[in-house]
């Protein structure tokens, strides 16, 4: 790594700095005095001079497609047209003093210069020629790309295919690295570095006389610089959608230890790829790493902000001032008295890594993880059939109607101790509620948001942590709320959320911003499956606090677990779709419907004894599913009346006439001595008979002996 660092520069600063060029902004004056071609057409590509390169050609993504590069830094929507033209590694458009390029440059060498990308277009259009870079594209689309690029140059009658010399720039990487967190095993180094090897052998196999730039992918954690200062104004929201694993990681967490070093792992991986030499094994074919992206010094304006005008309107793809210093990198890396290679440098390749032994440790690292439910409010009135004189509940949308409902849209089980802080003072300020005497209930409902971004922060949102805040906030109000019923609602099923789909945008873009963690993984990914883990540790956790004895010393006080939800499912309707009637237009929160069965399904779980609580949702439509309490049992149920009396017959609103059994009459009542002289009779019987038997036994030992001994003396 430290020689390829003093062969090739390993940083890019965008600055105006450049060796054989100079310039401002996006054009380029050129400095260079030797312009010739070599006296005859080289043999091989180590003694390649620039003006012997008569095709340039490149493949990748967006960046080298050219999304967004002359958009306006307003018109986020611009950034969908592709300005071919002006991509660093294969634009064509105007000339070096006005568009710094790559193919500009080398244009200065060799007026026949052909192969460059013109205007704007998608990859099919004639004006892409050897441009074939596809916007969004990820590593596994690259061999598709490379085998388009060779028909075109074989089949077009300005390339003589086998003996022009050629340039080929590849780059790609950004998006594996965006979605990696979302799929670990698609994405891994490994399959990057097969596709990028893929792709490098059929060019080795089937195109002659080609130096082909391996561009490595560029150390992206910087430009989350520009997401993190709200005075920048860059559109976060869409790069959220963009690139959601370098965007959403919280700083210092473990999500975003491994962006880094999934990023790294991807450099290395194509350093050791170049370094087994095995696209050296003929003298007119080499690759060669350009490793300008390894680090990126992202420029500051004069008051130490993010230089917007270097990044396009969505503060994600690159303007044309960055696509210019892209260029002017390449070039400064490539040029010599020949274009450089590995050879004509002196370099030695270090060669393959070594084969790892046999495993002799199967251990495993462990690591915990996080998650979290969505905000939801209660709309029941059934409670107000029972007392009509009901205070706290919340009316309508305005803050001033919230009563005693102290949740907040997108709060985390952090943010509940506050909340709960909050209840208490609105408690004690209200003149209507005798906070000593009047007898509470509180429901908290918690730990979708946190799941939904668990992956973004594993450390603070670790099942530890969501009990923890739990704990905090249920130990104040043990110790200031007299009278007081709190119902914890256990966290519900989250994965089941990537079932719900609709073709809205709300639905599609809404649903991925709100609950990242859950939507945005593929099915059967080891990232789906750590979240059904992590959801069903929150349960666990959540459990064990609430069913100890932590809260049982008041007898004014009770928490009790609400489990209606620990086994979740999503009612079907049609051709086994889900009902999309249970959610609001964003396909994460729930309508009006679903809050009307949470709340059902809470009331029936208060009213049935610990160990016989429905552990699952019902959300079939029933108006006569509200059951009432029984005559036997009451009350509410709270853990301690739950093992002291009788289970619970519950009835629906709606009852059938019945017709009463008519009962045995009891027996007369007998006179207390009587069993007493019974169990007195009885006893002296049982002494009589063991008497008896102990002496029969007694009788039959001393026959016995007595026999023996006349046998023995008679003579």
Not at 289 to 312: A, H, K, N, T
Not at 543 to 562: H, M, N, P
């Amino acid at each position: 790594m430290a020689a390829v660092a003093a062969l090739f520069t390993p940083c890019l600063v965008l600055t105006a700095a450049a060796l054989c060029v100079s310039g401002q902004f996006t054009g380029t004056e050129m400095t260079c005095e030797d312009l010739g071609p070599s006296a005859s057409t080289p043999t091989s590509v180590h003694e390649l001079r620039p003006a012997d390169i008569k095709v340039v050609a490149a493949v990748g993504d967006s960046l080298t497609a050219g999304n967004g590069i002359a958009s306006s830094p307003n018109n986020v929507l611009d950034v969908l047209k592709q300005y071919r033209g002006l991509s660093w590694s294969i634009g064509g458009d105007d000339n070096l003093t006005t568009v710094t390029t790559l193919p500009n440059i080398l244009k200065h060498f060799n007026h026949n210069l052909t192969g460059y990308s013109l205007g704007m277009g998608k990859q099919t259009t004639p004006q892409a020629f050897l441009n074939q870079a596809v916007a969004g594209a990820k590593s596994k689309d690259l061999p598709s790309q490379v085998r388009t690029l060779v028909a075109r140059m074989k089949n077009d009658s300005r390339i003589n295919f086998e003996s022009d010399w050629k340039v080929i720039t590849l780059f790609i990487g950004g998006n594996d690295v965006c979605d990696h967190c979302y799929n670990s095993l698609l994405y891994s180094e490994k399959n990057y570095v097969s596709h990028v090897q893929e792709t490098l052998d059929y060019l080795h196999k089937e195109v002659p006389r080609a130096l082909v730039n391996l561009i490595e992918p560029l150390h992206i954690i910087p430009l989350r610089e520009m997401h993190t200062d709200a005075s920048v104004k860059c559109p976060t929201w869409l790069v959220n959608i963009l690139c959601p694993c370098v965007i959403l990681p919280k700083p210092n967490s473990e999500a975003l230890q491994l962006l880094e070093d999934i990023n790294r792992s991807y450099q290395r991986a194509l350093h050791e790829l170049v370094e087994s030499s095995q696209y050296d094994t003929r003298s007119d074919f080499t690759v060669v790493i350009q490793p300008f992206f390894r680090e990126i010094v992202v420029p500051r304006l004069p008051d130490g902000r993010p230089d917007r005008s270097f990044f396009s309107a969505d503060c994600f793809h690159l303007s044309q001032k960055a696509q210019t210093q892209m260029a002017r990198s390449l070039w400064n890396n490539m040029s010599s008295p020949y274009i450089r290679t590995y050879n004509n440098s002196n370099y030695v390749y270090a060669g393959p890594s070594p084969t790892p032994g046999p495993i002799t440790n199967w251990g495993s690292d462990f690591s915990c993880m996080d998650l979290e439910p969505s905000d939801t409010v209660p709309t029941s009135d059934i409670l107000k059939k029972f007392n009509p004189s009901l205070r706290g509940f919340s009316k309508d949308q305005l803050p001033r109607q919230k009563g005693f409902n102290m949740a907040m849209a997108g709060a985390k089980t952090s943010d509940i101790p506050g909340q709960v802080q909050a209840l208490i003072k609105a408690m004690r300020e209200d003149k209507g509620v005798d906070i000593e005497k009047d007898w509470k209930l509180v429901t908290i409902f918690v730990g979708g948001n946190d799941l939904c971004h668990y992956c973004t922060d594993q450390n603070n949102l670790a099942p530890m942590n969501y009990s923890h805040n739990l704990m905090l906030s249920l130990d104040m109000l043990y110790k200031e709320v007299p009278r007081l019923l709190v119902n914890v609602v256990e966290i519900f099923e989250i994965y089941q959320l990537k079932t719900v789909k609709k073709n809205t945008l709300g639905c599609s873009l809404l649903q991925r911003i709100s609950c990242p963690c859950v939507i945005n993984p593929s099915e059967n990914s080891p990232e789906i499956e750590e979240m059904k883990r992590i959801n069903l540790q929150y349960q666990v956790e959540m459990k064990y606090l609430i069913t100890g004895d932590r809260y049982d010393g008041k007898e004014d006080f009770a928490v009790v677990l609400q489990p209606f939800l620990h086994n979740s499912f999503i009612p079907q309707i049609g051709k086994g779709e889900p009902d999309e009637s249970l959610f609001s237009v964003d396909c994460f929160h729930i309508s009006e419907r679903a809050h009307s069965e949470m709340a059902i399904a809470l009331w029936n779980n208060m009213l049935e004894p610990e160990g016989k609580k429905q552990s699952y949702n019902n959300f079939t439509h029933d108006r006569s599913k509200i059951h009432c309490p029984s005559e036997a049992s009451p009350f509410i149920f709270t853990k301690t009346n739950s093992f002291h009396s009788l289970p619970p017959v519950t009835s629906p609103t709606t009852s059938s006439p019945t017709t009463a059994i008519p009962l045995s009459p009891c027996p007369p009542t007998m006179h207390k001595w009587v069993p007493v002289i019974v169990g007195v009779v009885s006893l002296l019987a049982g002494i009589a008979v063991a008497w008896l038997f102990f002496s029969c036994c007694q009788r039959r030992k001393n026959t016995v002996p007595r026999g023996v001994e006349m046998r023995g003396t008679n003579f």
